[in-house]
Every structure is written in C-alpha cells, then in structure tokens.
C-alpha cells in the first residue's frame, strides 16, 4: 500500500510542476550575443596583452549596430568595436569569434597612458566581454 501511495503523490507533484511551469514567459538571459571578425589590434603598451583587439560585428545578418565604421588598410567595416580580454587562441587577424556581453560603453574610447614608441590607437566604443568563443 504504502508503495502505491508513494506513485500516487510523486506523480501528482509532478504533474503539478508540469502545470505550474506552463504559462510562463520563455527564458530570456540577461546577454546579448554577436560574432564578428578580428581586423586589427592596436598597439600601446608594452605588455602587448594589455592592448585593445578590434572586432568587426558582421557575422550574423542580423546583428544591430552596436559600433562605428571605419578604414583600416583601405578596407572598410561597418560595425567595429574594440575588446579587452580576447582569448590567447583568438588573438589574429581573421579568427571569427562569437561573444556573449551586457555592456558597449556609449560614446567612444580613447586608448590613453600608452609606453610604447609611435603608438596605433582606434577611438571606437569597448565591448565588455562576459564568455567568448571561436566560430568554426
């Protein structure tokens, strides 16, 4: 008997889970995602893994306009922002990457304190990374 009941009340909790989880707004994380190609790094410190890494943000079609446009090499991209962080195994020209964020700063950044002779700088807004990974 107390085998039967046992079913009965794990059954009734589930279905009753079941119900109280219908109804509800789908999962919706608090980042956003987007991917893009490394085009370019700055150089401005010494401790080269301090430098800025320059990200185009135009491999999904769909991707908003979260950066400026700029020419580098005679070559223009439209959605370009520059990360801090980037991965050891990211870190060159042409490695499609994907990110997961929350913040790009608003206006615009200035790379500033560099110790290194005739430094390469972008002003362009920074994409704080939360994980990021690479697009195969």
Do not use: H
């Amino acid at each position: 008997m107390k085998n039967s009941f046992d079913r009965l009340l794990i059954s009734t909790l589930l279905v009753s889970l079941v119900m109280l989880s219908c109804n509800k707004p789908p999962f919706k994380p608090d980042y956003t995602n987007a991917g893009g190609y490394v085009i370019a790094k700055e150089t401005c410190y010494a401790d080269v893994s301090q430098d800025y890494w320059l990200v185009d943000l135009t491999y999904y079609r769909d991707t908003p306009q979260y950066g400026d446009t700029i020419t580098i090499n005679t070559n223009t991209y439209t959605n370009v922002v520059k990360v801090k962080g980037l991965d050891q195994r990211l870190k060159q020209i042409g490695a499609t990457v994907a990110f997961d964020f929350k913040t790009i700063t608003p206006n615009k950044v200035e790379t500033t304190g560099c110790d290194v002779t005739s430094p390469l700088t972008y002003k362009l807004k920074d994409l704080f990374i939360i994980n990021q990974f690479e697009i195969r």
